[in-house]
């Protein structure tokens, strides 16, 4: 069976040989770049394939990242449904990064997948998306209003907006 090329940047995960390809980016990232738990970096483990959104991150062809996203509505072990799409997990091995794929990350879920929704990210950040998000929203204050920090499904009295909440750390 001839496997499809991927170009450079963000695709979604659908095929069995893609899956394997994040299975294999979650055992790479815990064998060969585990994470800094002073960075707030965390473990990762692979997904469900049901109301999710798993993207794999392309560089020549070769998958060099993921990001998870947790669809709005999603349920969980009984818990409540999700209120709003939230990116829980983010990946690029070290030598992808500082290339702007976060950037385009981001661009990506607001434009693209959620362009008329709030989306959240799974507390904690790491340092390193936190950075990036810093960044995204000084530049792009149309969107300022949409991206939170979470931690449960996100509901009401569980999220943060990450603006007001980097102007407050700024102070």
């Known amino acids: 069976m001839h496997s499809k090329q991927h170009s450079d940047g ?4 659908k095929t069995e040989e893609d899956w394997k390809k994040l299975k294999s980016l979650i055992e790479f990232h815990t ?6 738990l002073s960075q707030m970096e965390t473990l990762y483990r692979c997904p ?6 798993v993207k794999l991150l392309f560089v020549n ?15 969980e072990e009984g818990g409540p449904p999700f209120e709003l799409p939230i990116l829980d997990a983010v990946f690029i091995c070290k030598a992808h990064r500082r290339q ?11 434009t693209v997948h959620f362009p008329d929704e709030n989306i959240g990210f799974s507390q904690p950040i790491s340092r390193s998306l936190e950075l990036v998000l810093k960044k995204f929203l000084l530049s792009n204050p149309r969107h300022r209003d949409k991206l939170w920090a979470v931690e449960n499904c996100g509901e009401e009295g569980d ?7 980097s102007a407050v750390k700024r102070r």
């Not at 064998?31 to 800094?36: L, Q, S």
């Not at 469900?48 to 959104?53: A, C, E, N, R, V």
């Not at 062809?61 to 349920?75: D, H, I, N, S």
């Not at 999220?159 to 909440?165: D, E, G, M, T, V």
């Open 31 to 36: 064998t060969k770049e585990p994470p800094d």
């Open 61 to 75: 062809q070769e998958a060099v990242g993921f990001y998870v996203v947790r669809l709005k509505g999603l349920q």
């Open 10 to 13: 963000w695709s979604v995960c």
């Open 159 to 165: 999220r943060l907006n990450l603006w007001l909440a």
């Open 100 to 110: 702007g794929w976060g950037t385009a990350m981001i661009e990506e879920l607001l």
């Open 48 to 53: 469900p394939t049901k109301q999710t959104l």
